[in-house]
């Protein structure tokens, strides 16, 4: 079993929609969550970091539920500029420099 | 202007042929990573450092090397490359400040496209 899993998608929406999307992670022991947005193959740019009572950054939410193991990523208002890949990204605590990436979820945003 | 670079950018090179990867950056971070991409699989870690002459496997190290001399430069080395290391490969670093929340984000460098036939 993958240590995170996200759906692939693509998820199609049109502008001004609102998707959101989960990621399941497998290690309990789990600490530290970070949604990274990747452009065509672009490098990894962090989107935000996931804290445990939730958090907003613009139009962008993320929640964390420990007792399932998920987080997830609400985006509202999509721009065209929102098309991406999203990667879910797991680390085991604070300290721990391996991260577990997921494999992306494709969100593409049309007129 | 804070960053990570790797060169080369591109690659195409053939089997057995030994190839180095270079990374630096200039964010005095300790630690270094370096990542491969493949379609499906998302990011995978092939090496780490914490620190200088701190180095440490991450999930697929076989057929790399790396080296950690210096604090700004972590080179990753094909000694003998193979077709299945045809990828996208990704150099990243972080500081460290502490603390659970405080965990800094890791930048990444533009990626080099390998190709070994």
């Known amino acids: 079993r993958k240590e995170v899993e996200q759906d692939p998608g693509p998820f199609n929406v049109p502008e001004g929609a609102t998707v959101a999307f989960n990621c399941t992670y497998s290690n309990s022991a789990s600490q530290s969550f970070f949604w990274y947005r990747q452009d065509c193959r672009k490098e990894p740019k962090l989107l935000m970091s996931v804290y445990s009572s939730g958090n907003e950054d613009g139009r962008f939410t993320a929640q964390l539920n420990r007792a399932s193991q998920y987080i997830s990523l609400l985006i509202r208002d999509s721009k065209l500029s929102d098309s991406a890949t999203y990667l879910c990204v797991v680390s085991l605590s604070s300290n721990d420099y391996k991260l577990s990436f997921g494999a992306g979820t494709t969100v593409t945003v049309r007129a | 202007e804070a960053q990570v670079t790797q060169n080369p950018r591109y690659l195409i090179t053939v089997t057995g042929k030994k190839l180095t990867v270079t990374c630096s950056q200039n964010?005095?971070?300790?630690?270094m990573s370096w990542y491969r991409q493949d379609p499906g699989l998302g990011l995978r870690q092939i090496y780490y450092s914490m620190n200088v002459e701190v180095t440490d496997k991450g999930d697929v190290p076989e057929g790399y090397k790396v080296s950690r001399k210096e604090k700004r430069n972590f080179p990753l080395i094909l000694e003998s490359p193979s077709p299945n290391q045809t990828s996208l490969y990704f150099c990243a670093s972080r500081g460290w400040t502490g603390g659970a929340e405080s965990n800094q984000p890791q930048h990444f460098g533009d990626g080099t496209r390998l190709s070994i036939l």
């Open positions: 964010m005095n971070h300790e630690y």
